[in-house]
């Protein structure tokens, strides 16, 4: 019903820039809630950021002052501009959107399939 696509992750230097992004389609109505997670290898998937229909903010404190979040609302995109990269930021960084669907008007939670960001010392 609703699918992810992400774009823009790649191979970058430590104190580098990429720019990361997630268009949604198919049958929604609206998407409360977009945002990013990342999984390292050997980790837990974490929140990195997250940005609600209004322009709200939420950062993980690791990336706080480095990574900016951001949202156009007319394309459904959500958009990840990572700066000062650091090693420890290597992972596949996921898209989310929390979706409310056209048929139902009930809310439910999508994933991106995942691109990877690697950040060589």
């Known amino acids: 019903q609703v699918q992810l696509v992400e774009s823009g992750g790649g191979l970058v230097q430590a104190g580098g820039s990429l720019r990361v992004s997630c268009a949604a389609s198919?049958?929604?109505?609206?998407?409360?809630?977009m945002g990013w997670y990342r999984q390292a290898p050997g980790k837990q998937r974490e929140s990195v950021a997250l940005?609600?229909?209004?322009?709200?903010?939420n950062y993980a404190d690791s990336v706080k002052g480095r990574f900016t979040i951001s949202r156009d609302n007319a394309k459904n995109t959500v958009y990840l501009q990572m700066n000062s990269l650091k090693p420890e930021d290597t992972a596949v960084y996921y898209c989310?959107?929390?979706?409310?669907?056209?048929?139902?008007?009930?809310?439910?939670?999508?994933w991106g399939q995942g691109t990877q960001v690697t950040v060589s010392s």
């Open positions: 940005i609600s229909s209004s322009g709200n903010t």
């Open positions: 989310y959107a929390r979706v409310v669907i056209v048929d139902t008007h009930f809310e439910r939670t999508y």
């Open positions: 198919g049958s929604i109505f609206s998407i409360n809630v």
